[in-house]
């Protein structure tokens, strides 16, 4: 009871009413709660029925909680009961049964909890190097054990092209043809992303696609020779591009606009979620006169789909952005005023601090894979922040929520993203969803430290940081 992670509003065990599952034990759940009753099935190896009298029995109902992901547990000697207003609160609920349960034994007590951000998430970048779908759905389970509820895709960068695009077809099987050091490569078809997307959705993870525009772009420059100022295809780029933002789309060219509504139009057509990522990070190849005049003709062209703009926090230098245009601040500066005035204006904004939560940084010197040019980023660096607090003029209610990227120029492959990604999510997600009342170190990496005997559990390969006294 007392190592939940994320932690949760309020804890009380009690040891002596300890619940014993039993070949007999049965999970219980009606109408749109079935599913999340599967899913804790399948974890724990019992059987579904549909109505009120498993003892293991959840219930939706709006009134035993104050937001809808939130959830009450009682485990009792008798009976498990989880009720929530939403499945997304049940599945939050049963994440929480899970990590109380050990050797067919769950934690007796009560815990009543709720998200303090709507937004908790993280960043894979498959344009460096590319992950195949079963490795992206291997890392979503991951995240949902610690109540993360958006995974953003890097989907294009200068070094692959991962989304198979219909209407312009090399796009994938020309710009996604290799990635960083050569060779390699792939791309997810239109039947991939939406199995992906499913997957995710089922655990209540929503998918944030990234199309990284008018910069980051030699993988489409070089499948369309037309997208390029002085129409020459140049050569796909296979290094990690340490001086980023060398390529840019002929913003000057009428193509272009077709070429960004095709991509967008068939992109939104497959994301359920209500954001398309524009990226515009490090135009550095781009007139910035033609920087905002590309903004100002694609920005509408998300709102005519319906969704929403996500970019880097670069994307507040464009004329206008809609009010729902959400800016992710990845620099490491704690006052920004381009992002105070987006405040002001009514914007919410999404906070992936470098030196806190970028994942593709060392946790320590003298690391293999990893750069460091936001300093080594330890456990205790990404925990040691206050989202509600850490930027003048960006109050709490401003902060829709954080997010942690991980770059992936320097990874060789899955495992890696495992070391890089683990432990540090965990405190991400303690951060983006524990109220600021639980915040406490010492009781994070006790918790965390009774952790890891989950992830070898699970197979994961998580990095064993020195910070912690692991088992
Ligand atoms: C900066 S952060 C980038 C990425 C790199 C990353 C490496 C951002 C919006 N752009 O293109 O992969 O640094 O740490």
Known sequence: MDAIIPAP??????????????????????GAGVPVAEHLAAQLDISVVEGTGGAIALTLDEAAVTHPEGYRLCVGKERVTLAAGTPAGLFAGVQTLLQLHSDRVIAG?????????????????????????AEVKRFVDQLARFKLNVLHLHLTDDQGWRIEIRSWPRLATVGG??????????????????DLVAYAAARHITVVPEIDVPGHTTA??????????????????????????????ATGKEVTYRFMGDVLREVAALTPGEYLHLGTDETHATPEDERLR????????????????MGWHEILRSPDPPVSTVPQY???????????????????????????????????????IGY?????????????????????????????????????????????????????????????????????????????????????????NYHRSAQIRWR
């Open 330 to 368: 990845w620099g490491r500066a704690s006052s920004d005023p381009a992002m105070a005035s987006a405040v002001a204006r009514g914007q919410r904004v999404l906070l992936s601090p470098a030196h806190r939560v970028y994942l593709d940084m060392k946790y320590e010197p003298g690391m293999e």
């Open 9 to 30: 509003v309020y804890v009380k065990p009690v040891p002596a009413e300890s619940f014993t599952l039993t070949s007999a034990t049965v999970v219980s759940a009606t």
């Open 372 to 460: 460091d040019w936001a300093g080594c980023v330890d456990v205790a660096d990404v925990y040691g922040w206050d989202p509600g607090t850490y930027m003048e003029g960006v109050p709490e209610a401003a902060v829709l929520g954080i997010e942690a990227p991980l770059w992936s120029e320097t990874l060789r492959s899955y495992a890696d993203v495992e070391a890089m990604a683990f432990p540090r999510l965990a405190a991400v997600a303690e951060l983006g969803w524990s109220p600021r009342s639980a915040h406490d170190w010492d009781s994070f990496a006790r918790r965390l430290a009774a952790y890891g005997p989950r992830w070898d559990a699970d197979g994961v």
């Open 294 to 309: 590309f903004l100002d003709r694609v920005l509408p062209m998300v709102a005519d789909l319906g969704k929403s703009v």
């Open 177 to 194: 043809g290799t990635q960083v050091g050569g060779g390699g490569g792939g791309y997810y078809t239109q039947d991939d992303y939406r």
């Open 220 to 249: 489409a420059l070089a499948s369309y020779p037309e997208l390029n100022a002085d129409g020459v295809a140049p050569a796909v780029f296979t290094g990690r591009g340490d001086a980023t933002g060398f390529s840019s789309l």
């Open 109 to 133: 007590g009560e815990v009543r909890d709720e998200p303090r951000f709507a937004h908790r998430g993280a960043m894979l970048d498959m344009s460096r190097h590319f992950y195949t779908v």
